[in-house]
């Protein structure tokens, strides 16, 4: 009997975790009317809403500094969004309801494939480049960050390894973000 090759090995071994992992949250969340629902309204307001009104919110309270600060989280945004839509096309990676139809879709996704998760990429990338203007938004942000996240999982629309490299990713995009802007940074 031929072995498969070592690479071959752990991508199946990679996307057997995670489909199992993504199936168990999955069960959970429809299970739970009140998870799923508090998930689906996280996942929701993710979609953008909730940052386009932090961002209007710095800007009301904090005047030309809080303009600055959206101005930086836009700019962080829009290549995020670029490079997701890459690598999306380049991915081509299916969602885990329409790979395995033991797990379900509970709420309608935005685009077709799901590696790597935007709204996750786009919410670590945020809220580290608001939290370095704002650090006492930390508070706010980071179990708003880690919902969404989790919330991706749970409705059955992402693997777990989408969230994980879309942490990655976001975290790298908002740190060469806060190296490019002088005076500004996390610590």
């Known amino acids: 009997m031929q072995r498969l090759p070592l690479r071959k ?7 057997h975790g995670d ?3 993504c199936l168990r949250a999955n069960r959970w969340a429809e299970q739970r009317l009140s998870s799923c629902t ?14 386009y009104v932090l961002m209007a919110a710095l ?13 930086h989280m836009a700019a962080t945004g ?3 969004l670029v490079l997701y839509k890459l690598l999306k096309r380049w ?9 395995d139809r033991r797990i379900h879709a509970l709420i309608a996704p935005l685009d077709e494939f799901s590696f790597p998760s935007g709204h996750t990429l786009h919410a670590v990338a945020f809220s580290i ?15 708003f960050v880690a919902s969404v996240a989790l919330s991706r999982v749970v409705l059955g629309l992402h693997y777990p390894s989408d969230v994980l490299a879309a942490t990655g990713i976001g975290i790298a995009l908002a740190a060469l973000s806060l190296w490019m802007v002088p005076g500004v940074s996390l610590f």
């Open 9 to 15: 090995r752990l991508i199946d071994g990679v996307q």
């Open 19 to 21: 489909s199992g992992w």
């Open 38 to 51: 508090y998930f689906a309204a996280v996942s929701r307001l993710g979609d953008g809403v909730f940052w």
């Open 59 to 71: 800007i009301v309270f904090d005047g030309m500094n809080g303009l600055a600060a959206s101005a």
């Open 78 to 80: 829009l290549i995020a």
């Open 91 to 99: 991915t081509r990676r299916p969602r885990p309801f329409a790979s």
């Open 129 to 143: 480049v608001a939290c370095a203007h704002y650090p006492l938004l930390a508070w706010l942000l980071v179990p």
